[in-house]
């Protein structure tokens, strides 16, 4: 079969676009993309700012500042020498931001002001206050200040009042939404905002880049979700496609980590180049997703399911399995890659045909092993192991055919050696 593509030639497209991605972010992450602004951005003078929080070169969002001062004095005459006169000083500051862009761009808030979150906050879309109208105010100040004389007595009074929850603001993070391509990306924006509201600074944001993760507020994407255990992957049937593997791991150590598994079946001879960053970019069609529920997991793969070269998974290959684990973008953002699964291979001969070694037949029936034997009993053992290599179970053979109950035993692949004075022969089994 002609392959279309190579997982090496993958490897180098990506890392093309991956040296564009970091020229315009050069922190970026494999699963959270930051973004320093160094130095921060400070505005004390009116004004728009455009944030571009993805990096797709489209403007999502945008901060305007506006200022405005106005005296008024008003003079009473009574003669040239004698008036009495008022005076009246207004201040009016503001700070709002517009989503820009996609519908559905939008910021975390309450009423018409936007949260000022504290770091790590959860941002995702169990939030229900997200706010895609405008104007969302970040922060306004009012200021009069009013002085009269009348009859020769005078007197005065201030007043003002603020709004928004950025007043006096030091180091507090904004909550956003953007829709890019369909995908629903969430971020963060750090910023100041001085108690007056005569000055405002933006010192960097983020955005998870795996569509509907949750983020939290300030993470520049450092935490590494947990790797599945002990993948395996066994030739058990002759359909010649992915439903002939079954697939075996252990559940990851701290599930509280991943969203979801990923499984994913690449030629042995290119398994070298699995990495957590590039498999994270392979689309659906060459993984299989598994959602955490607690336990290991056990079952036969999709028969639609392709390599990760896109090709059919076909006989006479070698093929390893990996598992990525996603992570829940609250207590990990970055994906994990678990370790390679043994080697193995497809061919036509697998099953009870398979386990006809000499004068042993072994396969499984309801919950038991079954092993016959058509030669002498004397001197003949089995064991059981599971396929860490772990002896589960074992035992002498004290009759032609040997029926081994197994009902304390997960479902799930095993081995069994059978032992004779001519040696040992292995097989295995299925127990469901």
Known sequence: MKKTSTLSEKIKAYSALAGSVVALAPAANAQINYTDINPDSVFTNPGNFDIDINNDAINDFQFNFAKSASTTTNYYYYSSSSYSFSYQLNIKNTLRLTPLGT???????????????????????????????????????????????????????????????????????????????????????????????????????????????????????????????????????????????????????????????????????????????????????????????????????????????????????????????????????????????????????????ESNKGDFKVYSFDKSIVIENKGALANTSYKVLDLSGKEIMKGNLTQSREEIQTNNLVNGVYLVQVSNEEGTKSFRVYLK
């Open 103 to 353: 519908s559905g761009n939008a910021v975390l808030g309450s009423g018409a002001y936007p949260l000022a979150l504290n770091l790590n906050d959860p941002i995702s879309s169990s939030q229900s206050t997200w706010r895609t109208n405008t104007p969302n105010w970040v922060a306004s100040f009012y200021y009069t200040f009013n002085y009269s004389t009348w009859n020769g007595s005078s007197y005065s009074y201030t007043s003002s009042y603020s709004y928004g929850n950025f007043i006096n603001a030091s180091n507090k993070y904004m909550g956003v939404r953007v829709v890019a391509n369909s995908d629903t990306l969430y971020g963060w924006i750090r910023l100041d905002v001085s108690g007056g509201v005569t000055s405002y600074t933006v010192k960097d944001y983020a955005y998870q880049s795996c569509p509907s993760i949750p983020i939290k507020a300030g993470d520049q994407g450092n935490i590494k979700s947990s790797p599945a255990l002990m993948p395996t992957g066994m030739d058990m049937a002759n359909n010649y496609d992915a439903s002939d593997i079954h697939c075996q791991f252990n559940k990851a150590a701290d599930e509280t980590k991943v969203s979801e598994y990923r499984i994913f079946v690449v030629e042995a001879s290119q398994a070298s180049l699995m990495t957590a960053s590039f498999a994270k970019t392979i689309v659906p069609a060459r993984y299989q997703k598994h959602i955490p529920n607690g336990a290991n997991f056990n079952a036969t793969l999709n028969a639609g399911l392709l390599d990760t070269d896109g090709n059919p998974i076909t006989n006479w290959v070698n093929y390893k399995i990996f598992v990525l684990s996603i992570p829940d973008g609250i207590n990990a953002t970055e994906p994990e890659i678990s370790v390679g699964s043994p080697t193995f291979m497809l061919n036509p001969a697998v099953g009870i045909e």
